[in-house]
């Protein structure tokens, strides 16, 4: 996260003056996003940003807080010109996976990403026009 900080990548939601959330949207492509396997990019040669390490106080689970970051990192996006997005997370990771759903992202496959204990993810992607 530090890293993504000092790239300018991370923001923050703030409800009650508190930072209650955290996700980083990546401008630039990612090596692990150019091979994904058990399916296919629809926008596989345009450029694309990524969303990273969403994160919501788990006090704050449950009431929209991750979708309304995701939602808002679409914008950012959409303003700078970026109409295609991706992200990847666990198999496991449920949450996760339902919020990019609910708001327009389709599984595209399997990613492996550079993690010892958990290399294998789902890779998603939302094309807006």
Not at 6 to 23: C, E, M, P, R, S
Not at 66 to 88: A, E, H, P
Not at 116 to 121: A, E, S, V
Request: charged share 20%; aromatic share 12%.
């Amino acid at each position: 996260m530090e890293n993504d900080i000092k790239a300018g990548y991370n923001w923050v939601l703030i409800d009650n003056q508190k930072i209650v959330g955290t996700a980083t949207l990546q401008l630039t492509p990612e090596q692990t996003y150019e091979e994904i396997k058990d399916g296919s990019w629809l926008k596989q040669n345009e450029p694309y940003a990524i969303i990273h390490r969403l994160a919501v106080l788990p006090s704050h689970n449950g009431q929209g807080f991750g979708k309304y970051i995701f939602s808002n990192l679409l914008t950012v996006g959409y303003l700078q010109g970026v109409r295609n997005f991706r992200y990847d997370t666990h198999y496991k990771n449920i949450p996760v996976q339902k919020i990019g759903q609910d708001i327009g992202f389709i599984k595209r496959g399997t990613i492996y990403i550079d993690d010892k204990i958990d290399n294998k993810h789902m890779g998603f992607e939302l094309n807006l026009k």
